[in-house]
């Protein structure tokens, strides 16, 4: 079905609300599920989403109505969440109130069993939502916080405290290097010297020089933690490629978007290529990414193989969402508990293996995310006391 534009002359508003309603009835057939994806994507090309926003309570209505048909027919399911991912990139904010819905599908076979609903305890919730934070380390040696609502300019770089520019087409004289660190809870945006944009995640650090030698190859480390590159073309800096040192891996890139996420406490280093073309090595491999592709290198065993993934999962963390797709709630409360600072605890280990599906912005609070789990049945209970969360 093609996408339908707001100035057809086919289009009904009265039509497109009663479509809302009937999929809110959970009466609303496959191909009205579409219609509804096309409209959405329609709207946003024609900036007129904002006449059709819905109340923030439909969504409980929504997430209901979407558990009963995916019951009935797992295929159902598969659909939906292709067809709403599908546009990902393409939808706003705003429509977040469906798009989140239709993504918010637990994959368990046993998660849709009718639960009694335990009252949950939160002795002292001093859980704070993560936000824009790091520390800059100096080629002399000073540490400057950086922070929302603070603002810093030193002789390289400046700092409105949610991003870190240093002075374009500076050229290097001496081999300093400047570190940014990440805590916990926070997030930052760096924008080296040579154009290179860096968006860094939680508990991250990078290393860096305060300029580049002009016609040598840019390198950089990431030391530990997740950050995503949009490299400046090696065609604007006399053909000098950049390179990117994550543990025993080299990422060699002439201009191009890729994501890295080498973690300390966790087994493999990811490498997900966006756009572009990057070359990885190590003392064993040599292998050549191409977009839509990820490589997983094995820290113990220094084996890195390559598959295909949807890369939005991997990078939607830049965009102020988290997107978990067939992930466990270990490897997704591992992420939580970067971004609000937490430790998660399992009364059950074998909860940590059961998988769920979701899509959830980074602004929402850790218990409405809690919330979500208990009501689609990923969780039965939860407890936190301080900054201790206890899922069973």
Request: glycine letters at 8%; charged letters at 20%.
């Given at each position: 079905m093609g996408k339908q534009n707001l100035m057809d002359n086919n289009f009904n508003k009265q039509h497109f609300l009663k479509l809302i309603e009937k999929y809110l009835d959970g009466k609303a057939s496959l191909d009205e599920i579409e219609l509804l994806n096309n409209y959405c994507y329609s709207f946003q090309q024609d900036n007129a989403w904002d006449e059709f926003k819905t109340e923030s309570d439909y969504r409980d209505r929504m997430l209901e109505n979407i558990l009963k048909e995916i019951k009935e027919d797992e295929s159902h399911e598969s659909k939906i969440i292709r067809i709403f991912r599908s546009n990902l990139f393409?939808?706003?904010?705003?429509?977040?109130?469906?798009?989140?819905?239709?993504?918010?599908?637990?994959?368990?076979?046993?998660?849709?069993?009718?639960?009694?609903?335990p009252v949950n305890k939160v002795v002292f919730n001093d859980i704070k939502i993560g936000t824009d934070k790091a520390t800059l380390t100096t080629e002399d040696g000073s540490v400057?916080?950086?922070?929302?609502?603070?603002?810093?300019?030193?002789?390289?770089?400046?700092?409105?405290?949610?991003?870190?520019?240093?002075?374009?087409?500076?050229?290097?004289?001496?081999?300093?290097?400047?570190?940014?660190?990440?805590?916990?809870?926070?997030?930052?945006?760096?924008?080296?010297?040579?154009g290179t944009e860096v968006w860094l995640n939680s508990e991250s650090k990078i290393k860096y020089p305060i300029a580049f030698t002009e016609g040598e190859t840019r390198n950089v480390e990431l030391v530990y933690g997740e950050a995503y590159f949009e490299v400046s073309p090696s065609t604007a800096h006399k053909g000098s490629h950049f390179n990117v040192k994550v543990k025993d891996q080299n990422v060699e890139v002439l201009g191009t978007q890729f994501n890295v996420k080498a973690y300390e406490d966790e087994g493999n280093i990811f490498t997900t290529l966006v756009e572009g073309k990057v070359e990885l090595s190590n003392n064993k491999h040599v292998i050549e990414l191409h977009p839509n592709q990820q490589t997983v290198l094995n820290k113990s065993s220094n084996i890195m193989k390559t598959k295909s993934v949807d890369v939005y999962d991997d990078i939607a963390w830049k965009d102020g969402v988290f997107s978990f797709q067939r992930k466990s709630l270990k490897e997704i409360t591992l992420i939580l508990s970067r971004w609000y600072d937490i430790d998660v605890v399992f009364k059950n280990s074998t909860l940590q293996n059961k998988g769920f599906n979701g899509l959830f912005e980074k602004n929402q609070g850790i218990v409405e995310i809690l919330e979500t789990f208990k009501k689609l049945g990923a969780i039965s209970k939860y407890t936190i006391r301080e900054k201790t969360v206890v899922l069973e």
């Open positions: 393409k939808l706003s904010t705003a429509a977040a109130v469906l798009l989140i819905m239709f993504s918010t599908a637990v994959y368990n076979s046993n998660i849709f069993s009718k639960i009694q609903t400057i916080v950086l922070e929302k609502g603070k603002s810093f300019k030193g002789q390289n770089a400046a700092s409105n405290g949610e991003k870190l520019v240093y002075n374009s087409g500076g050229v290097k004289t001496t081999k300093a290097y400047n570190y940014l660190s990440i805590p916990r809870g926070g997030r930052f945006y760096l924008k080296l010297s040579d």
